[in-house]
């Protein structure tokens, strides 16, 4: 019968820990101020910009930071403004997000 090799562990190797995001903004997502403003900011803008751009029409289903809120996008809850958000569709907010992962960037000092 096989033996399966015995696991090393590996002292100076950190245990992994799956799907744990690179900064926790859930404190930011989980306030009352902004679950307030996502809810209005989607009934004020309730089709999906980049489909617009597109000529399609999608339903926003996400309140998106422009820039991102990790590289400074509107990080005070008590100054949120409409400009410094757009609404999303699923699939273009999926999209973009995976773009940021790879280092793709939209808002203040980009030329889309
Ligand atoms: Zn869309």
Redesign the pocket.
Known sequence: MPIRPKKIKRAWKPDRVAHQRAVDMSWYYNDPRWRKFSKGFKERHPL?K??IDKD?V?PTKYTDHIERLRDGGAPDLNHLADEDFQG??D??HASKSGREAHGYKEGKGSNR
């Open positions: 999906c980049k489909c399609m999608s999303l569709c699939s273009c």
